[in-house]
């Protein structure tokens, strides 16, 4: 057997009386008996005036600035602003610094957009919202070799630049093809439309509500693009494809239209999708909303306005049919709105009741009935160049 070692463990007795130092093993860190705390290694704390007093903050302060004179109060207005624009210089001031300090913060892009704002990419999308005077608010320009007189252009108006991967770049865009560059903005919201008004071969009126609350009316007044012409205009009837509104948008605004007008419900979002496939024309091409689309016609119509409506048949109602080739001469004598449906359902039935004129585009292939129809963008690139070109 192999024999095991053992080991053997002799106790040790030790002698630990505690509040003397004989035979102690340790000490306790505290030399003072009393209390332990570490209230005793901060330093003591400073009592508010209002602490002092024995009241609320703001009873303290309502008692103290009451009885103040109004140039008093004016003055003490004024420092208020002053103070918090001075912290806010500050702050500013040392996030610069920071950033200058630590550049690799740079390059980190969010991980998520913030539902707070819209995400416009591609170059010239981005380069017509920054020069857009209705946009008002714009937080960042995110960078991913993009056009520099773009990032420039944002340089200039005090916009942060950030520079961001191409992971962040996707997401920013849901995969969109954005050109290295994405704008982080505030959206613009569209005027509602009630109305058109008069027009003449110089200027036409525009009846907007006010507000989003009340019924309350302004006219405003704009001038028409083409010079000696009347205006033209299209409303979008239930076109959901913001792909299809954005070429739509982008002939329209090359092509000399005035104006674009979209339900406030069953259309596509006036978003960064429809954006970019606008080239930035939705950022300068007058763009409406209305409530009321049966209500919207019917009144244009009353102040003198032509409605024609395109269809891929005549359908069943007092509409005239009218010739692709006589759309210019149309334009020249009378103010026309021009409306659009989707390609699937067409123009509502309301709606096509209030029309004045349609018009189809002829089809140059017969026997054939699987491409029966255009897209919605093309058609309307094809009655615009009609109406302006012929």
């Given at each position: 057997m192999?024999?095991?070692?053992?080991f053997?463990?002799?106790?040790?007795?030790c002698?630990?009386?505690h509040?003397s130092?004989?035979?102690?093993l340790?000490?306790?860190?505290?030399?003072?008996?009393?209390v332990?705390?570490?209230?005793?290694?901060?330093?003591a704390?400073?009592?508010k005036p209002?602490?002092k007093?024995?009241l609320s903050k703001?009873?303290f302060?309502?008692?103290?600035?009451?009885n103040i004179t109004p140039?008093?109060r004016?003055?003490?207005?004024?420092?208020?602003e002053?103070?918090?624009?001075?912290?806010q210089?500050?702050?500013?001031h040392?996030?610069s610094k920071?950033?200058?300090a630590?550049?690799?913060?740079l390059?980190?892009?969010?991980?998520?957009?913030?539902?707070?704002?819209?995400?416009?990419?591609?170059t010239?999308?981005?380069?017509?919202?920054?020069e857009n005077p209705?946009?008002?608010?714009?937080n960042?320009l995110?960078?991913h070799?993009?056009?520099?007189a773009v990032?420039d252009?944002?340089?200039?108006?005090?916009i942060r630049?950030i520079?961001a991967?191409k992971?962040s770049?996707a997401?920013?865009?849901?995969n969109?093809?954005h050109?290295?560059?994405?704008?982080?903005?505030k959206?613009?919201?569209?005027?509602?439309?009630?109305?058109l008004?008069?027009?003449?071969?110089?200027?036409f009126?525009t009846?907007?509500?006010?507000d989003?609350?009340?019924?309350?009316?302004?006219?405003?007044?704009?001038?028409?693009?083409r010079?000696?012409?009347?205006?033209v205009?299209?409303?979008?009837?239930?076109?959901?494809d913001?792909?299809?509104v954005g070429?739509i948008?982008?002939?329209?605004?090359?092509?000399?239209?005035?104006f674009?007008?979209?339900?406030?419900?069953n259309?596509?979002?006036m978003?960064?999708?429809?954006?970019?496939a606008s080239?930035?024309a939705?950022?300068?091409?007058?763009?409406?909303?209305?409530?009321?689309?049966?209500?919207f016609?019917?009144h244009?119509?009353?102040n003198g306005?032509?409605?024609i409506?395109a269809?891929?048949?005549?359908?069943?109602?007092?509409a005239?049919?009218?010739?692709?080739?006589?759309l210019?001469?149309?334009?020249?004598?009378t103010?026309?709105?021009?409306v659009l449906g989707?390609e699937?359902?067409?123009?509502?039935?309301?709606?096509?009741?209030?029309s004045d004129?349609?018009v189809?585009?002829?089809?140059?292939?017969?026997?054939?009935?699987?491409?029966?129809?255009l897209?919605?963008s093309v058609?309307?690139?094809?009655?615009?160049?009609?109406t302006?070109?012929?």
């Amino acid at each position: 057997m192999i024999p095991l070692r053992s080991f053997v463990t002799s106790s040790v007795r030790c002698s630990v009386k505690h509040g003397s130092g004989k035979g102690q093993l340790s000490k306790p860190h505290y030399s003072n008996p009393g209390v332990r705390s570490f209230d005793k290694n901060l330093p003591a704390k400073e009592l508010k005036p209002w602490e002092k007093a024995g009241l609320s903050k703001d009873e303290f302060f309502m008692r103290k600035y009451n009885n103040i004179t109004p140039e008093q109060r004016q003055k003490l207005t004024e420092k208020v602003e002053r103070q918090r624009r001075y912290r806010q210089m500050r702050k500013d001031h040392e996030k610069s610094k920071f950033l200058e300090a630590h550049p690799e913060r740079l390059s980190q892009g969010p991980r998520e957009p913030n539902r707070l704002f819209e995400y416009i990419f591609g170059t010239h999308s981005v380069r017509a919202a920054l020069e857009n005077p209705s946009r008002t608010s714009y937080n960042a320009l995110f960078v991913h070799n993009g056009d520099e007189a773009v990032v420039d252009k944002a340089k200039q108006l005090g916009i942060r630049i950030i520079k961001a991967d191409k992971t962040s770049m996707a997401k920013l865009t849901r995969n969109g093809v954005h050109n290295g560059l994405v704008l982080e903005t505030k959206s613009v919201p569209r005027t509602a439309l009630k109305e058109l008004g008069h027009a003449t071969t110089d200027e036409f009126e525009t009846v907007v509500y006010a507000d989003d609350i009340s019924d309350t009316v302004t006219t405003q007044t704009t001038p028409v693009a083409r010079a000696g012409k009347y205006p033209v205009g299209f409303l979008l009837d239930g076109i959901t494809d913001p792909m299809n509104v954005g070429g739509i948008v982008r002939t329209a605004y090359y092509m000399g239209v005035d104006f674009v007008v979209v339900p406030e419900v069953n259309s596509a979002k006036m978003g960064p999708v429809a954006n970019k496939a606008s080239v930035g024309a939705l950022e300068k091409l007058p763009v409406y909303v209305t409530p009321r689309v049966v209500d919207f016609v019917k009144h244009s119509k009353r102040n003198g306005w032509n409605i024609i409506t395109a269809a891929s048949e005549s359908p069943s109602s007092s509409a005239l049919p009218v010739e692709l080739s006589q759309l210019s001469e149309m334009a020249d004598t009378t103010p026309i709105l021009f409306v659009l449906g989707s390609e699937g359902d067409g123009v509502g039935r309301k709606t096509m009741a209030e029309s004045d004129f349609i018009v189809s585009i002829p089809k140059g292939r017969e026997g054939d009935d699987v491409v029966d129809s255009l897209n919605v963008s093309v058609a309307a690139g094809i009655i615009i160049a009609a109406t302006t070109q012929g």
